[in-house]
Protein backbone atom coordinates (compact mmCIF):
# COMPACT_ATOMS: atom_id res chain seq x y z
CA UNK A 1 0.00 0.00 0.00
CA UNK A 2 1.43 3.16 -0.97
CA UNK A 3 0.01 7.14 -0.10
CA UNK A 4 -3.04 6.05 -1.37
CA UNK A 5 -4.77 2.91 -2.31
CA UNK A 6 -7.86 2.72 -4.95
CA UNK A 7 -10.99 1.38 -3.65
CA UNK A 8 -14.15 0.58 -4.95
CA UNK A 9 -13.33 3.85 -7.45
CA UNK A 10 -12.29 5.87 -4.83
CA UNK A 11 -9.15 6.96 -3.22
CA UNK A 12 -8.82 6.15 0.54
CA UNK A 13 -5.65 7.86 2.28
CA UNK A 14 -2.90 6.23 3.91
CA UNK A 15 -3.67 6.74 7.71
CA UNK A 16 0.03 6.06 8.42
CA UNK A 17 1.01 9.05 6.37
CA UNK A 18 -1.82 11.10 7.56
CA UNK A 19 -1.03 10.73 10.91
CA UNK A 20 2.86 11.18 10.29
CA UNK A 21 1.79 14.40 9.04
CA UNK A 22 -0.57 16.01 11.63
CA UNK A 23 2.04 15.25 14.47
CA UNK A 24 4.39 17.19 12.31
CA UNK A 25 1.94 20.35 12.41
CA UNK A 26 1.13 20.13 15.97
CA UNK A 27 4.70 19.79 17.18
CA UNK A 28 5.86 22.94 14.74
CA UNK A 29 2.54 24.49 16.62
CA UNK A 30 3.60 24.18 19.48
CA UNK A 31 6.89 26.09 19.11
CA UNK A 32 5.53 29.54 20.67
CA UNK A 33 2.82 30.62 23.27
CA UNK A 34 0.55 33.24 23.76
CA UNK A 35 0.99 34.78 27.09
CA UNK A 36 -1.74 36.59 28.78
CA UNK A 37 -1.03 40.13 27.15
CA UNK A 38 -1.33 38.85 23.36
CA UNK A 39 2.71 39.12 22.73
CA UNK A 40 3.78 35.38 21.78
CA UNK A 41 7.21 34.27 23.29
CA UNK A 42 9.60 31.61 21.97
CA UNK A 43 8.73 28.28 24.29
CA UNK A 44 6.28 26.45 26.07
CA UNK A 45 5.82 28.68 28.81
CA UNK A 46 5.13 32.69 29.54
CA UNK A 47 7.51 34.20 32.29
CA UNK A 48 6.54 37.89 33.44
CA UNK A 49 9.31 40.04 34.03
CA UNK A 50 9.53 43.23 36.42
CA UNK A 51 8.40 45.87 33.73
CA UNK A 52 5.46 43.51 32.96
CA UNK A 53 6.91 41.89 30.00
CA UNK A 54 6.77 38.73 29.04
CA UNK A 55 9.90 36.23 27.93
CA UNK A 56 10.55 32.41 27.50
CA UNK A 57 12.83 31.48 30.14
CA UNK A 58 14.07 33.70 32.53
CA UNK A 59 13.82 37.11 32.97
CA UNK A 60 17.31 38.99 31.93
CA UNK A 61 17.86 42.61 32.32
CA UNK A 62 19.08 44.56 29.52
CA UNK A 63 21.66 47.69 29.73
CA UNK A 64 18.64 49.44 28.03
CA UNK A 65 16.28 48.25 31.18
CA UNK A 66 14.25 46.30 29.01
CA UNK A 67 14.25 42.54 29.62
CA UNK A 68 14.58 39.44 27.25
CA UNK A 69 14.69 35.44 27.56
CA UNK A 70 16.21 32.49 26.91
CA UNK A 71 19.30 31.20 27.65
CA UNK A 72 22.74 32.87 27.67
CA UNK A 73 22.98 36.70 27.93
CA UNK A 74 21.11 39.93 26.26
CA UNK A 75 23.25 40.76 23.02
CA UNK A 76 22.80 43.46 21.20
CA UNK A 77 21.51 43.26 17.43
CA UNK A 78 22.47 45.73 14.65
CA UNK A 79 19.32 48.15 15.37
CA UNK A 80 19.71 48.82 18.93
CA UNK A 81 17.63 46.36 20.40
CA UNK A 82 18.78 43.57 22.36
CA UNK A 83 17.83 39.83 21.81
CA UNK A 84 18.37 36.90 24.64
CA UNK A 85 19.09 33.71 23.76
CA UNK A 86 22.35 31.62 22.45
CA UNK A 87 21.52 31.25 18.95
CA UNK A 88 22.63 33.32 15.81
CA UNK A 89 21.05 36.58 15.76
CA UNK A 90 18.78 37.30 12.55
CA UNK A 91 16.97 40.01 11.31
CA UNK A 92 12.93 38.71 10.01
CA UNK A 93 11.00 40.20 7.12
CA UNK A 94 9.75 42.92 9.74
CA UNK A 95 12.82 44.10 10.68
CA UNK A 96 13.19 42.72 13.65
CA UNK A 97 15.70 40.41 15.22
CA UNK A 98 15.31 37.03 16.74
CA UNK A 99 17.74 34.52 18.17
CA UNK A 100 17.57 31.56 15.85
CA UNK A 101 15.06 31.48 12.63
CA UNK A 102 12.36 34.00 12.28
CA UNK A 103 8.79 31.97 13.12
CA UNK A 104 5.90 33.99 12.22
CA UNK A 105 2.91 34.36 14.78
CA UNK A 106 -0.73 34.62 14.05
CA UNK A 107 -0.27 38.38 15.13
CA UNK A 108 2.04 39.12 11.99
CA UNK A 109 5.52 39.76 15.01
CA UNK A 110 7.99 37.33 14.88
CA UNK A 111 9.85 35.38 17.25
CA UNK A 112 13.21 33.15 17.22
CA UNK A 113 12.84 29.44 17.12
Do not use: E, H, W
Not at 6 to 30: E, H, P
Not at 72 to 89: E, K, L, Q
Amino acid sequence: MNKTTLVDGMYRINLKALFGTIVLGISTATLATICPDGSYVSGPRCNICPDGSYVSGRCKITPGGSYVGGSGNPRIAPDGSYVGGSGRINICPDGSYVSGRCQIMPDGSYVGR
